[in-house]
């Protein structure tokens, strides 16, 4: 039983039946799924959110499928922490970080499969696909395997050795296309037509994006059900950007947050993919597509299906976006780590180094609670850090050989 009442369309309204659809049949405008707010207010309560389970299915009654037939691996409910030592690096002593590392196959992206897989199923399909930047088909693989389900995942052939193998590790159909995201995105596009597959993010897309609202409604909940207000969050498609919001604005509109949220959403890019950013920047409404080139290649979507919104919600919301270089992505990296012990991927040094810039450019206020997202694990982009950290001291194992090349390591003294 859900709360669920149909797809509606984001340009002209038109409503649909809760089916695989995910663009307006009229229009062509997005479709986004509608719930009946009134019953929500009258059932649900801090207190039965609270009683759910340790996972983002404590916010079931606020996802367009049926909770009890869940495709449940144990994502969400991941931690909110205080991140004073960065905050004191970067003058935000309200800081925290919203640290999505620790879901089952390590991003924030198994928030969305375990929704739009769940769907899918109950939607009748058989087997589960994805075009994807590659944390996508690491959680489809996982979510398929475990739900008994047959995976065909498409990425591009360039990703990461270990992004390749975080799913090869689930017995999918791994298909590495000749091109980039893009490319692959249009074949999956065209696939869909003419294969009865779920597709997680093409012909389910607006039960996937659902999934990403969960982040907003855990991070109230963690701040005492409050809303924060700034939030900063990498954007690829910029589904998540736009679905944190939509969450908070839920939580108010059902009556669990007293006040209406008045959040600052701002955006991070890299520079060598930063459609979102660059059109920000000049000033304009409308983006231009791009050919990626960077580290990050988990947010390497030159041309977002939510790049519109995205810059809408900038716009309405008072925020920033920050574009950031892949040697400033590296230095990201390693501050999050030096500093909260958190390793992250190359999107997560995209959303520090975000940070960083926003506050140097004014953008945040140091008296605002911040949320930085921190979206992937750092082990799955090992190549973009290695070469940039501390050799490890190589010794025999003798007292003398250590004593040698630990003190070796240190200042020498000034003689005063
Ligand atoms: C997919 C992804 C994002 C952003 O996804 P959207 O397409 O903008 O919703 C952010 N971080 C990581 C690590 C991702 O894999
Ligand atoms: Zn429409």
């Given at each position: 039983m859900s709360y669920a009442r149909n797809l509606r369309c984001r340009e002209c309204h038109r409503e649909y039946p809760l089916e695989a659809l995910h663009v307006c049949e009229f229009c062509f405008g997005p479709v986004e799924v509608s719930y009946d707010y009134d019953a929500i207010r009258k059932n649900v309560t801090r207190q039965s959110v609270?009683?759910?389970?340790?996972?983002?299915?404590?916010?079931?009654?606020?996802?367009?499928?049926?909770?009890?037939?869940?495709?449940?691996?144990?994502?969400?409910?991941?931690?909110?922490?205080?991140?004073?030592?960065?905050?004191?690096?970067?003058?935000?002593?309200?800081?925290?970080?919203?640290?999505?590392?620790?879901?089952?196959?390590?991003?924030?992206?198994?928030?969305?499969?375990?929704?739009?897989?769940?769907?899918?199923?109950?939607?009748?399909?058989?087997?589960?696909?994805?075009?994807?930047?590659?944390?996508?088909?690491?959680?489809?693989?996982?979510?398929?395997?475990?739900?008994g389900m047959e995976a065909i995942v498409f990425i591009p052939h360039d990703l990461e050795a270990n992004k390749q193998l975080g799913s090869s590790i689930y017995n999918p159909t791994l298909v590495k296309v000749r091109g980039n995201y893009d490319a692959v995105n249009r074949l999956c596009a065209e696939l869909a037509g003419s294969h009865n597959w779920g597709f997680v993010n093409v012909n389910v897309r607006p039960y996937y994006s659902e999934g990403s609202k969960t982040l907003g409604f855990e991070v109230a909940e963690q701040l005492g059900w409050r809303a924060p207000?700034?939030?900063?969050?990498?954007?690829?498609?910029?589904?998540?950007?736009?679905?944190?919001?939509?969450?908070?604005?839920?939580?108010?509109?059902?009556?669990?947050?007293?006040?209406?949220?008045?959040?600052?959403?701002?955006?991070?890019?890299?520079?060598?993919?930063?459609?979102?950013?660059?059109a920000w920047q000049e000033g304009s409404m409308n983006f231009k597509p791009q050919r990626p080139n960077t580290i990050a290649k988990s947010l390497a979507i030159g041309n977002p299906a939510d790049g519109y919104y995205s810059l809408v919600q900038l716009r309405d919301t008072n925020g920033a976006c920050a574009s950031v270089s892949d040697p400033e992505i590296v230095d990201g990296m390693k501050l999050l780590a030096e500093t909260e012990g958190i390793f992250a991927e190359t999107a997560g040094g995209v959303t520090i180094a975000s940070l960083k810039q926003l506050v140097e450019h004014g953008k945040i206020h140091p008296d605002e609670t911040t949320v930085a997202f921190i979206t992937g694990a750092g082990f799955k982009t090992v190549e973009a850090v290695a070469e940039a950290l501390n050799p490890a001291l190589e010794i025999d194992a003798t007292m003398s050989s250590f004593e040698a090349a630990y003190s070796a390591l240190q200042p020498t003294e000034a003689i005063a």
């Open positions: 609270e009683a759910g389970p340790a996972s983002l299915w404590r916010y079931r009654d606020f996802l367009p499928c049926d909770s009890d037939a869940a495709i449940d691996i144990g994502a969400g409910y991941t931690p909110l922490i205080h991140a004073r030592n960065l905050g004191k690096a970067l003058g935000l002593p309200n800081l925290y970080i919203k640290n999505d590392t620790v879901n089952p196959t390590w991003s924030f992206k198994d928030r969305v499969v375990a929704v739009a897989a769940t769907r899918a199923r109950e939607l009748g399909y058989e087997k589960l696909a994805c075009a994807s930047t590659g944390n996508l088909a690491n959680s489809v693989s996982a979510h398929a395997a475990a739900a207000d700034h939030c900063v969050v990498p954007i690829a498609s910029g589904s998540l950007f736009v679905k944190i919001r939509k969450g908070l604005d839920e939580l108010y509109k059902t009556g669990l947050l007293a006040e209406e949220p008045k959040t600052r959403m701002s955006g991070a890019q890299a520079t060598g993919c930063s459609p979102v950013a660059t």
